[in-house]
DNA sequence: ACATTAAGTCACCAACTGGTGACGTGTCAA
DNA sequence: TTGACACGTCACCAGTTGGTGACTTAATGT
């Protein structure tokens, strides 16, 4: 026994990087956005964190690569639903009450994303920064499934739904670590159902053009 | 010279608790909630750290007892203003309009509560928890001065008022670290004067009777 | 005048953070 | 076979955090 074997790690770039970003994702999900450093992430990854300097950098570099990886943001299908033409022959109230719905619950079944949403609120970062560049091209290009007729509503269509979006956001983030606001679950299906049929009201009162 | 004078520092508790508590209140308005710490507060304050501990017990109790300062949540009489009698002749939106519209002024003239209100999506802790009391005793005294009048909508007034609370936290926290929110300005009066009158269209058409 | 108590100072601790230099060792080409 | 290089390990650094024990010194009551 001459001891101390170094157990001749994988020795493969490519996987340990990928390890890597696994990491960070893990750790977002997991333990959220606050524990994530350095030590943090190279742990996770069951890596040395020299690596990451190496690899990467720094941490500002990981999280970039890490942002461009997908799944973390909803697409547009997702909030269009698999048939445009279906939700074409609803009303533009209507269509934008389904289409955030869609959003919300998307947002929901997103933990990195909802960290990375949290997070925005906090800090300015790399990730931050392309979570918010994804997020508006996103909603250009939701503006284009969502055309704004113009005969359809005299209301300030854009700043109506960015209103709602926010509340949105708010909702989401909160449900992390609470399960009401003054009594509105965040927490649960039955609770933003709720919300989704408070949003669908607003709108549907809110855009009409015979007045 | 013998040298290093102990400069008799002033040796008054009641006045040191309250450096130490006024210390709490600079960080969060200079630095953010993210800053402070047992070590933070004792410099900012000019005292030894050790001092919290044996005045307060700790981090907590020293956040409580900050907590029970007044000033940091805006007062009912804020919303309402100066003459009640004034906003009972607005029709029930219109009443919630402008009351929301002072509320958002009121959050946006306080670093302080913006900050805790950052926090609380963020982190539990006392001075969150006694934040989120003061908020609902608050909600529910005020809606004892905006009745509802059953007579005056059929829409859930209650979640409609919160989901546009939501949406104005969302927009006042966002704005400590963004200008704006996909265009729409969160860091200007102007901004403000622009959401305030889409919160009043929505309100205006979604708390009808008349249907 | 003197002892007791309370206010404040100081030095230290362990744990953790981000970051770096020096060191092995497997892989592959010349 | 023998280099050179890339992959990975390890030990260490300085700085910061929360937390504590031991000390000095001022105010107070008898």
Redesign the interface.
């Known amino acids: 026994m001459t001891g101390a074997r170094p157990q001749t790690a994988t020795r493969d770039k490519k996987a340990t990087k990928e390890r890597l970003l696994n990491g960070v994702g893990a750790i977002l999900s997991r333990q959220g956005f606050?524990s994530l450093g350095i030590n943090a992430v190279a742990q996770e990854a069951g890596v040395d964190k020299v690596l990451i300097y190496r690899y990467f950098g720094g941490m500002p570099e990981l999280l970039h690569a890490f942002g461009q990886s997908s799944g973390f943001w909803p697409s547009v299908a997702e909030v269009i639903g698999e048939d445009p033409h279906e939700l074409m022959r609803l009303s533009l109230a209507d269509r934008w009450a389904v289409g955030l719905s869609r959003y919300a619950a998307a947002l929901r079944r997103r933990p990195i994303t909802k960290e990375i949403l949290?997070w925005?609120?906090?800090?300015?970062n790399e990730l931050c920064e392309i979570l918010r560049d994804a997020?508006?091209k996103w909603?250009v290009e939701l503006m284009a499934h969502f055309p704004d007729d113009e005969a359809a509503t005299d209301?300030?269509l854009?700043?109506?739904v960015?209103?709602?979006?926010?509340?949105i956001?708010?909702?989401v983030?909160?449900s992390?670590?609470?399960g009401d606001?003054?009594?509105?679950a965040v927490d649960t299906d039955e609770g933003w159902d709720?919300?989704d049929?408070?949003?669908l009201?607003?709108l549907q009162?809110?855009f009409?053009a015979d007045r």
Do not use: M
């Open positions: 606050g949290a925005e609120q906090i800090e300015r997020r508006e909603f209301a300030d854009i700043s109506t960015l209103l709602v979006v926010g509340a956001h708010y909702f983030v909160l992390r670590l609470q606001f003054s009594g509105v709720h919300i049929s408070v949003i009201t607003i009162r809110t009409t």
